[in-house]
């Protein structure tokens, strides 16, 4: 009678935990062309953000600060999906063109980053995402005070490395 109980409370554990996945941006990845919106946010739960497209709109899917991941789903005028991707990725980045991009462009692309700091090295805001590419991961994006970016530029992100005082 005790292997029972084990087994049933086993299941209803993964059934849970499979239950708790439904609004998970993880199963954005496979959002298929042609779903409609309503079943997008069904799935997916409520966007970070949605940015408006010349054609429709955007549905920002970030696991910033602390997450490596962000979905940009695109919904076409009728709310039909066009495309669902991951963007935290090191072609998505490089796609970033200094003196071109504004810090619009960025999060509109990317999502909101993970922080945003100033460093006495760097005279605007230093935008930050956090990603992965195997190994933890940076993308660092320096903007001027008018919000254009001036550079960007990968690095990783240490964890347990000793103090250096």
């Given at each position: ?98 003196g071109k991009w504004t810090r619009e462009d ?60």
């Open positions: 009678m005790r292997a029972w109980r084990a087994v049933v409370l086993i299941a209803a554990v993964v059934a849970g935990l499979t239950a708790g996945c439904a609004g998970n941006p993880f199963n954005g990845y496979d959002v298929a062309p042609g779903t409609p919106r309503d079943a997008v946010i069904a799935r997916m739960g409520k966007p970070t953000r949605i940015v408006r497209m010349p054609a429709g709109e955007r549905f920002q899917y970030s696991l910033q600060p602390f997450g490596q991941y962000a979905w940009m789903v695109d919904l076409d005028a009728s709310g039909k999906v066009l495309q669902s991707r991951q963007v935290l990725t090191a072609n998505d980045f490089m796609r970033i063109e200094p960025v999060e509109h692309e990317f999502g909101p980053p993970a922080q945003i700091d100033r460093v006495v090295s760097w005279p605007g805001p230093v935008m930050t995402y956090r990603w992965t590419d195997g190994s933890d991961m940076f993308y660092w994006v320096y903007l001027d005070d008018q919000g254009i970016v001036r550079r960007a530029h990968p690095g990783m992100e240490f964890h347990n490395a000793p103090d250096r005082d």
